[in-house]
């Protein structure tokens, strides 16, 4: 399977004609792409853009890649009702990768005086951003002691020619390795690869066991060896088919101010981690892509966690509860707060029993909702009638104080400290409670047809 971005998106436009925009009107760096993208959402429009005119640049800019559903399926190769389901089986089929020589990306390098950042298309998102960032920047690290590597998303925020103020303020893999080596006084060598395959995001995303690599996982979602190959000045590896690879490293013991940017919650924040990237070499392919994510609540940054999230919930309950019917993390809670879940009961206690279980899968989840399995926790008013209807306070709710949760949570403290709330709004399992109104499924038909013919 090809591994490379461009592939990618030339086969969806193959596919799905009109998903995949190519923009040729001039473009500024400043809020344009953003803008654009808000409108498109405005009018439920989620195509591939690919912006061939951009002020001042030569580089192209792609965004809005993992802006649907249908991305996903189609990464996967799978249909859209499908994609739950192959998503979370293949998260755990690992592979290990395989190295590769002579990448693309080694065609342009640049090092030392000839690093310079302003050579990308580097965008500005909001008017109260603090600066042009990089969005789709997927920072690949090595841990400190096993040379085990990670990969994830983390804003970077471009300060000068050769340096970057970076947030991980997700607190997990990258912010342990980084703590890990700063505690040995060491600088953590990093990587930040630009244009790649939405399976390798889908994957960066991932909850796997400690001793497994996110390389690992991204290999089981190609279903084989993810390419990776040899950074220029640092002892890294990146994977090989990335369009821009920005080497660095982060500073130990050396934190700065970093923001505001308009986050997946809605608002601008400025609670970051501030850490200092410090760029060693730019190195891309020739006439690369560079790729960029929407900022905001825009569905390119957040609809990617809120999958993995829904499958990775899909994944954990079922080990525990034989017959969990659909998971829906929705982007109302900013695709990362709420979880809704619907569960066929078989044995008493099974709805509450869900509740941590859905909470240990991934920290920033503070709010979940399970339902039985004749509500569609993909219809948002269906939840809150059964939450209006199913539910007793006193009896039903379920509440963690004071427990880990997202810094950027504005509700939570600086530190991220935040209460949850489970509640079990199925019906009591056992007990006699009325039955849901129901119509025949033929008169259903019936009635379309009626409907259809009188014009409703
Ligand atoms: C588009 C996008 C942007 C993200 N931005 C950040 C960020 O700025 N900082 C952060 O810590 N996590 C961010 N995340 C979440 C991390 O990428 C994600 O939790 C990842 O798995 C962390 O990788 P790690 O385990 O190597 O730390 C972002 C996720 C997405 C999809």
Known sequence: MRQDLRSFVEEYGKRYPGELVRV??????????????????????FPILLFENVVGHDIPVICNVMASRRAFAAALGVEEAQMHSEYSRRLTE????????????????????????SRLPIPTYFPGDGGPYITAGMIVAKHPDTGGETEGYHRCQVKGRDRI???????????????????????????????????????????PPPEISK??????????????????????????????????????????????????????????????????????????????????????????????REVEIRNAVSRVIPNVKAVHVPTSGCAAFTAFVSIKQTRPGEAKHAIPIVFGVDHYLKLVVIVDDDVDVFDESEVLWAL???????????????????????SATEQGLT????????RPFGQSFPEKLLMSPEKLVWAREVVDRIGG
């Open 24 to 45: 040729t009107e001039p473009v500024d760096l400043r809020f344009d792409l953003q803008a654009i993208a808000l409108e498109l959402e405005r009018r439920r429009r």
């Open 94 to 117: 690992y592979i290990k990768p395989v190295v590769v020589q002579d990448p693309p990306f080694r065609h342009t390098i640049m090092k030392g005086d000839r690093v310079d950042l």
């Open 215 to 308: 390389f690992q996982v991204v290999g089981g979602l190609f279903r084989e060896p993810l390419q990776i190959a040899p950074c220029e000045t640092i002892d890294l590896m990146v994977p090989a088919w990335g369009e821009i690879v920005i080497e660095g490293e982060i500073l130990a013991g050396v934190r700065e101010k970093e923001g505001p940017f308009g986050e997946f919650t809605g608002y601008f924040s400025r609670r970051s981690t501030e850490h200092v990237l410090m760029v060693r070499a730019i190195c891309m392919r020739e006439r690369p892509w560079y790729q960029s994510i929407n900022s905001g609540r825009a569905p390119d940054h957040i609809l990617p966690l809120g999958v993995l």
């Open 419 to 426: 209460a949850k709330i489970g509640i079990d709004a199925a």
């Open 165 to 207: 103020g970076i947030s991980l303020h997700s607190r997990r893999r990258m912010f342990e390795y980084q703590r890990l080596a700063e505690a040995r006084g060491r600088n953590l060598e990093a990587a930040i690869v630009l244009g790649l395959h939405p399976l390798i995001g889908m994957g960066s995303l991932a909850y």
């Open 388 to 410: 209006a209807t199913r539910v007793q306070a006193d009896r039903d709710l379920v509440v963690i104080s004071g427990s880990l949760g997202a810094i950027l949570d504005p």
